[in-house]
């Protein structure tokens, strides 16, 4: 029996007319995914870090091929009551969900990733090769 669990993910500064993108959630991170939760993903065709949030997890897996979420950064910013507040003025008003989102979130949190290089002592270049 599969077990696979799939994240529909809002993404953050991406302005397009999905509301949501689909990633395959790691059996190493299934137990923190949840809705609300802040994730790192790759996005694009260049596999940029964006981040995002959880807003629906399914075992039904999308018809198209999904990758991994990288990392669940943050617990649930929001909850499931708030989520449905979200979906009911998504649907009332024709109001994509990511765009609310957003506007929830920006008002409390950043959202930049940063890359980090570990350096290592090394005196000389002839240590390295």
């Keep these: 029996m599969n077990n696979a669990l799939f994240g529909g993910i809002t993404v953050d500064k991406v302005s397009s007319k999905a ?17 609300g939760a802040r ?15 959880i807003l629906q997890i399914t ?16 617990e649930p910013v929001f909850s499931q009551r708030i989520y449905d507040l979200l979906l009911f003025t ?8 990511n765009s609310l989102v957003n506007r929830l979130i920006r ?18 270049l002839e240590e390295v090769y």
């Design 19 to 35: 509301d949501l993108f689909y990633y395959a959630i790691p059996s190493s991170l299934s137990g923190k995914a949840k809705i």
């Design 39 to 53: 994730v790192v993903i790759p996005f694009g065709e260049k596999n940029e870090l964006r981040s995002g949030f």
């Design 59 to 74: 075992k039904i897996p999308p018809q198209f091929k999904v990758k991994e979420i990288i990392a669940i950064i943050e």
């Design 90 to 97: 998504s649907n009332t008003f024709l109001i994509p969900i």
């Design 107 to 124: 008002t409390t949190a950043s959202t930049k990733i940063e890359k980090y290089v570990e350096s290592i002592n090394v005196k000389s």
